[in-house]
Each structure stands twice: as C-alpha cells, then as structure tokens.
C-alpha cells in the first residue's frame, strides 16, 4: 500500500531525472545500514534506531538476539534485562516496553511472524509509518520510501518538498518518483545525508548535486537553519558524477578480471563498455544478466576472452596470478595491471584507471577526495584483526589494502604475515581487542560471532559488509565509513 498522494506539490520534471542518475552514480553501494538477517531482526533494529545511530544499534544487537531470537522468546523477556541489553541506545525503558509488546503481539496476531502487510504492521506496539516502511521495503522488496531525519533535510533543501512533516514529504516524494525507485532512493538520500548534506555544515562544495540545489546555490533560504547561505563554489568537476563518458575516448571493449574495478566502471559511466566479467564481478546487479562471464578470477577463461576481442583486459596483481598476464600477452591481448595494497595506493590507481579509459577527470575529482580524507596523523587504535576465512582461520594482515583501511579508520591492524593461517593458539596469542567478521569471502554469521565472543569476552566483535570492507577503488570511501563508525 502506497502512500497518499497530496492535492498539491512540487511538479516532475528534469530535475527529478537527472537528479536521480547522479544519486545513482554517486551512492551505488548504498543499503540498508541495519545489520539483520531477517524481517523480526529488522523490525526490533528499527525501533531500537529511534533517536539513536545505526552503528550504535549494530553494536547492541548482536547480544540482544543471541539472548532473545524470535517472538516468542522477546515476548518473555524480563523487563529489567531487556533494559540493560538495549540501555546505549538511549530511551531504553520505551523501547523495552515496545519491543515486549512486539513479541507479544507478533505471537498473539501473526503465529510469530512479522506480517508484511502496512497496516498490520503500524499496529504493532513501537511501529510507526516509517519503521513500518523500512521494514517492508528491505525485508519484503516493497517498495515503499521511509523519510527519516536525513531524507526530510535533503528533501526540503532540494526543494522537492516544502512540507512540515515527514509524512507529508514522503508523499511528495512518492508522487515525484516512479514507484520502482522508491528503495534505493530512499538508501541514496541518506547516505547523501550523511556523507555531504550534514544538518548544520552542509558540505556544498563537493556535492554532486550542486547545481539542482536551491539552497546550495543560495537561491533559497535553507529550510533546515532557517538561513540563507551564500552561493557555494563547487570543487569538483561539473561531470564528476556523470553517468555517461564521451563514447571516444579510451577502450571501447573492456574485460574486468577485478570485481570493485567492474562496479567502479559503472560508476564513471563506463559499464556499456564491459564485454566481459568474472563470475565474482557482481555488481551492480543488472551487469548479471548483461554482461557475459569469463570464469573465475584466479583461472579466468582465456579463450572466451580472446574471442570477446577487448581492447583492454583489467587485472590486479593480488587478484590475478602472474600467468594471466602472460597468458594475455601471448594471445595479443592488450592489459594493465593495478597494486593495490594501501589505500593510498586507491589515490594512484584512480588516476591510473582514469588516464587509460579516457576519463582523468572523474578519476582525478574521486582521488582528491580521498586523499582530503586521509589528511592528518591518526593515533594508534585498538589492536583489530579482520578474518578472511575459516578452518583455517586466515586473516587479513597488515600489510594488505585490508589492514591499512583498518589504520586509516582509526584501527591497530595485528598479524604475522599478509594473509596468514591462524592456529588456535595465534589467535590467542594475537589478542585482538577487536575482531571484525566480514561477510565475503568467506560468510562470516553470527554463529562465528558468538563462538568468537565466548573465546574472547573483552573483544569487540563485528559482523562487517564484506564488500564495504574489501573492495578497493569502487567501495573505499564506504570502507573508511564502516571502521570508522565501528569506533565512534
């Protein structure tokens, strides 16, 4: 069920097109950021985030499930433990009383289950329009566009909506976007909230969106401060976010060996130059039934390449073993190869990339950004291990793309080697104070987190996005977010 449509509001036109392109290009790994596994998981996430970061839920609800894991147990659970479970994330007797009287009415009206109707889920204690929505659109794929403290913000100050409430510039913004949109909208405008469009400094200079802003361009009064700011000077580029690069320049046919490499193509506007991908090169997901597969990224096959023609096959030494390249050189087949170990290295392979597909000036607008986030001295952090497998257990070291991130976002990456095998008695040895569980390559779940937590009771231990955390290039500025809330 789709929100009301209003009598009156802003009108479609360009803008809302071109708008949507660039949040396209500019957010393509944006999510839902509420780890959960299932619909009861996020619905008690999503109260449990009222007045309250994500990241702080993310971190209280891993106990909270392991003690309490379904309707039946929450609608149990003693009011004074619940309590203490959900205290850090602030107006924690409410949310102990919603959330028992969730359980309570999951089990009473739906067999446990968490219905995926909207007005049988506003009935529940603790679930408004909004929870109500986030649910249904990230457990169920309906589409549905949740206005939170971000969107409303970025939807007034762009002037799509000029309504008081947040139920009232979701329908505006509803009735401005097609219907299919409306989930990743909603994911894009928050990060966009978060990332660029801050409640009180609005980082106008390098927004992609600049130039449909009213507020930004000091054409209006910010409806957010109640001030009108004087005309920002964009730093970037105007097509640093473009969703399309001159069909001229630069290879025309290009194979990626190197899934972050792939998503970044797209990101550039290049992904109509893919012909070929790994079985790994998954995202975004409509390049899945778009773009042929050439096997696998250590043993990749050579002869579909050779007959796909590319003018430009992309490696990465770590990724891709030495006899691909060889193996290339001999067919004919012309290739470049990126190091990527730190994310400094991130800054030169953009640029690197950039010169070679004929678009330095996206690459060069993406590294200056990035290397404006890594200005400063960091202090050493906790002493933090990511794993990257099990039986054996592997890690992550130090001296990886992986361990350096941990650094810049505040971390003490540990470890004996780049990649090393970890007995039972390294990992004590090592004594991680904090130990992150990614979910690829390896998928690392909360089972693995409790057996970890009952090794390790003082350690900090979190189920991390994979993909945020080892895609270079593509997923580095998420990357940085995600180690970077972990130690906020």
Not at 52 to 74: E, G, Y
Not at 114 to 136: D, I, R, Y
């Amino acid at each position: 069920m789709s929100p009301a449509k209003p009598k009156s509001g802003p009108k479609p036109g360009p803008k809302v097109g071109d708008l949507q392109l660039r949040l396209r290009a500019a957010y393509p790994d944006a999510r839902c950021a509420l780890d959960h596994q299932d619909p009861f998981q996020l619905v008690v996430a999503t109260i449990l985030s009222a007045q309250c970061t994500d990241a702080r839920v993310n971190l209280t609800t891993p106990a909270l499930f392991a003690r309490f894991p379904d309707a039946a147990s929450l609608a149990q659970a003693p009011l004074a433990e619940l309590e203490g479970l959900i205290k850090s994330t602030g107006f924690f007797r409410n949310k102990a009383r919603n959330l028992i009287g969730l359980g309570q009415a999951l089990m009473a009206r739906h067999g446990g289950v968490v219905p995926s109707e909207l007005a049988a889920l506003t009935a529940l204690p603790g679930v408004g329009q909004k929870t109500a929505n986030v649910v249904l659109s990230n457990a169920f794929g309906v589409p549905a566009l949740p206005v939170d403290t971000h969107i409303f913000r970025v939807a007034r100050r762009l002037g799509l909506s000029k309504a008081s409430t947040p139920e009232k510039v979701e329908a505006d913004l509803c009735r401005l976007f097609p219907r299919e949109s409306w989930i990743d909208l909603h994911h894009q405008l928050i990060h966009h909230g978060r990332r660029v469009c801050d409640a009180r400094r609005p980082d106008c200079a390098v927004c992609p969106l600049l130039d449909l802003c009213p507020t930004g361009l000091g054409e209006a009064k910010d409806p957010h401060l109640g001030v009108k700011r004087a005309a920002a000077v964009p730093q970037l580029p105007a097509k640093v976010f473009s969703t399309q690069a001159p069909p001229e320049a630069g290879p025309l046919r290009i194979v990626s060996l190197v899934p972050s490499v792939t998503e970044l193509l797209v990101q550039w506007g290049l992904g109509a130059r893919l012909v070929g991908r790994t079985r790994y090169c998954i995202e975004p997901r409509w390049i899945r039934n778009s773009v042929p597969m050439v096997g696998g990224t250590k043993d990749p096959d050579l002869d579909r390449i050779r007959d796909l023609a590319p003018d430009l096959v992309i490696l990465e030494r770590d990724e891709n073993p030495k006899a691909v390249a060889e193996a290339l050189t001999t067919l004919g087949l012309p290739w470049m190869a990126l190091e990527i170990r730190t994310v400094k290295d991130c800054i030169a392979g953009l640029r690197q990339l950039g010169g070679r597909l004929g678009v330095p000036e996206l690459a060069e607008a993406r590294a200056a950004q990035l290397e404006d986030r890594l200005q400063g001295r960091r202090r050493k952090g906790p002493r933090a291990l990511a794993m990257i497998w099990k039986d054996p257990w592997m890690s992550s070291g130090p001296d990886t793309y992986v361990g350096d991130l941990l650094r810049q976002g505040g971390l003490t990456p540990i470890g004996p080697d780049r990649y090393p095998v970890l007995s039972e008695e390294d990992l004590e040895g090592l004594a991680p104070q904090v130990i992150l569980l990614p979910t690829e390559p390896y998928r690392f779940n909360r089972r693995h987190q409790a057996e970890l937590q009952k090794r390790f009771p003082r350690a900090l231990i979190h189920l991390v996005d994979g993909q945020a955390l080892t895609w270079y290039l593509s997923r580095t500025e998420a990357g940085l977010d995600l180690v970077q809330d972990l130690r906020a």
